[in-house]
C-alpha cells in the first residue's frame, strides 16, 4: 500500500509564502483562493512569546469528513490517500466545506481578477470554467505525481513527481513522501523528530504533519 503525507517542519518555516506563490501558480488559483497558505501566529506569554508560520491547507484525512457528507460522490479519495474532487459530479452545495475542519475548500461563483474587472491576458488564458461554481482544494498536485509515476520517478524525491509547493520551499521545510515505505524521506522525518497533526482529537487521521521544537531540545541536549 502507498498513502502519500506531507510534512511541515515549523523549526525551519520562515513565512515567505513562496509555497503559496508557487501553488498558485501551478494551480491558476483565482485572487482570495489559496489551495497552501502559511498562518503567522504567536505563542507564549510576556515576556517569554515566540513566533511560528504554519503551512495548511487540505490535509487529506484517511477518514475525510468532507467525502461523508458530499450528497453527488464528487469527493473520493485515491487508493494512495489523495483525496479528490470530481468537477463534473460536483454540485456546489458546499456541505463538503462546512464539514472541512481544516477550513480547506473553496467555491468561486464566478471569475475575480487581480486587477480591476477584466482579466489579464495571463488570467483569460488560464481561466478554467469547470471550477466555477463547484468545491475545489489542494489536490498535492496528483497530476504532477501520476505523471512522475509514469515515468518511473519518486514523489517527494524527484521534483518532477512533487507537489510544487514542496519543490518551492526556499527553506527546505516541507516535505512529501511515502509514509507506508518505513525507509521514505518521509517515515525517516517522522521517525527521528517530535511532531503532531491538527485536530487528531476528531479522528480523521490527516495526512499533514507537523514536526516542532526539535531545534530547542537539540539545544537542550548539547
Not at 497552501?36 to 504554519?54: A, C, I, N, S, T
Amino acid at each position: 500500500m502507498t498513502r502519500y503525507v506531507m510534512v511541515a517542519d515549523l523549526d525551519r518555516c520562515v513565512g515567505c509564502q513562496t509555497c503559496t506563490a508557487a501553488c498558485r501558480q501551478t494551480n491558476t488559483t483565482l485572487p482570495g483562493v489559496q489551495w497552501r497558505k502559511v498562518l503567522d501566529l504567536e505563542f507564549g506569554e510576556y515576556p517569554d512569546v515566540g513566533r511560528v508560520f504554519v503551512p495548511v491547507g487540505c490535509q487529506h484525512c484517511a477518514d475525510p469528513p468532507c467525502m461523508h457528507v458530499c450528497p453527488s460522490t464528487a469527493t473520493g479519495q485515491r487508493g494512495d490517500g489523495i483525496v479528490t474532487i470530481d468537477y463534473d459530479l460536483c454540485i456546489g452545495c458546499a456541505y463538503c466545506a462546512v464539514a472541512c475542519p481544516y477550513q480547506a475548500r473553496f467555491r468561486i461563483d464566478k471569475p475575480v481578477y487581480a486587477h480591476g474587472d477584466q482579466p489579464t491576458q495571463l488570467e483569460r488564458f488560464q481561466h478554467d470554467e469547470s471550477r466555477m461554481g463547484v468545491a475545489q482544494k489542494c489536490t498535492f498536485c496528483s497530476d504532477r505525481i501520476d505523471e512522475g509515476l509514469s515515468r518511473g520517478l519518486t514523489p517527494g524525491v524527484d521534483a518532477d513527481a512533487t507537489p510544487s509547493c514542496v519543490n518551492s520551499c526556499i527553506a527546505e521545510a516541507l516535505h512529501f513522501g511515502d509514509i507506508e515505505d518505513p525507509v521514505s524521506n518521509v517515515s525517516r522525518l517522522l521517525a527521528e523528530n517530535n511532531q503532531f497533526r491538527m485536530h487528531e482529537e476528531l479522528e480523521t487521521d490527516p495526512g499533514f504533519y507537523y514536526l516542532w521544537n526539535n531545534r530547542e531540545n537539540e539545544r537542550s541536549q548539547a
